[in-house]
C-alpha cells in the first residue's frame, strides 16, 4: 500500500505545482514588457533647445522657476531665468539664435507678472518670423488676451485667487489650455514651487521638446507687438 500512498503525495503537490509555474510565468512577463516610464529628450532635441523663465515683480518670489530651471538643465536643456521686464530683450536675443540655427526650439514659461509678459514676448518672437513652441503661464496676475500663438499656451491659474483666466482673440492661432487649479492647496507664492506643478512644467517641456521634429510654423503679427503692461512694474507685490 506504500506506492499508492506515494502516488497520492505526488497527486496532492501538483496544484501548488502549478501555482509556482504560473508565477514564474507572469515573473518572466514582467521582466521582458517594455517601460511604461515617459522618455526623456534626446541630447541633440535638449541641446537645440532653449527656455526662457520670467520671474514676477521684485525678482524674488518667483524662486520655483529656479528649481525648474536647474532640473531642466540637469536634463541638458539650455535655460535662462530673467525679471519680466526683460521679455523684450530675451525675445531679441532670442530670435538671433533662432535665425543663426542654435535654437530651434523655443519655450516660454512665466509666473505672475512673467506669465502676464508671455503673450506680448510670444507677439513679438511672431513679429520677428520665429516660433514658439510651447508657453506656459502660471498664475497670471493680469487679464491677459492672447492675439497671436504659441504652438500651445498653457495658462495654470488659481481661479479663486488673484490669477485670471487668458482669453483668445479673434483668429488665434495655436492651442489654448486654461488650467484652474484652485482647491489644490496651491496659492499665488507657491504655485511655481509646488512640486506637483513643477512636475507637470517639466513633463509638458519635455513632451514639446519630443515634438521639436516638426516644429511650428511661424506665426506673423501685423503691426507693432503690444508693451508689456508697465503698471505691473510698479504694482504692489503680489506674487
Known amino acids: 500500500m506504500r506506492p499508492n500512498g506515494r502516488h497520492t503525495a505526488g497527486a496532492s503537490q501538483l496544484p501548488a505545482l502549478r501555482v509556482w509555474a504560473i508565477c514564474l510565468l507572469l515573473l518572466s512577463v514582467v521582466a521582458i514588457s517594455p ?7 534626446t541630447q541633440a532635441a535638449a541641446q537645440t ?4 523663465l520670467l520671474r514676477g515683480v521684485l525678482n524674488i518670489f ?7 530651471g536647474a532640473r531642466l538643465q540637469a536634463q541638458g536643456v539650455p535655460v535662462t531665468v530673467a525679471n519680466f521686464v526683460s521679455w523684450s530683450s530675451l525675445a531679441d536675443e532670442a530670435a538671433t539664435a533662432y535665425k543663426a540655427g542654435r535654437i530651434k526650439t523655443i ?3 512665466g509666473h505672475s507678472s512673467g506669465a502676464t509678459a508671455l503673450p506680448d514676448m510670444i507677439a513679438k518672437l511672431n513679429q520677428l518670423g520665429v516660433p514658439v513652441k510651447l508657453a506656459i ?5 493680469f487679464k491677459t488676451k492672447l492675439s497671436t500663438g504659441a504652438e500651445r499656451y498653457i495658462n495654470i491659474y488659481i ?4 490669477g485670471e483666466p487668458v482669453r483668445a482673440a479673434a483668429g488665434l ?4 489650455d486654461n488650467v484652474d487649479v484652485r482647491g489644490t492647496g496651491v496659492g499665488h507664492i507657491s504655485i511655481d ?6 512636475r507637470r512644467v517639466i513633463a509638458e517641456i519635455d513632451a514639446a521638446i519630443m515634438r521639436s521634429r516638426a516644429p511650428a510654423a511661424p506665426v506673423a503679427e501685423p503691426g507693432a507687438p503690444r508693451s508689456a503692461r508697465a503698471a505691473a512694474a510698479t504694482a504692489p507685490a503680489r506674487n
Open 173 to 176: 492661432r495655436g492651442k489654448l
Open 193 to 198: 514651487k509646488n512640486e506637483a506643478i513643477q
Open 159 to 162: 481661479g479663486d485667487g488673484p
Open 35 to 41: 517601460s511604461t516610464a515617459k522618455a526623456a529628450p
Open 107 to 109: 519655450i516660454l514659461v
Open 137 to 141: 503661464g502660471l498664475d497670471s496676475v
Open 62 to 68: 518667483s524662486l520655483g522657476l529656479d528649481t525648474i
Open 49 to 52: 533647445t532653449h527656455v526662457y
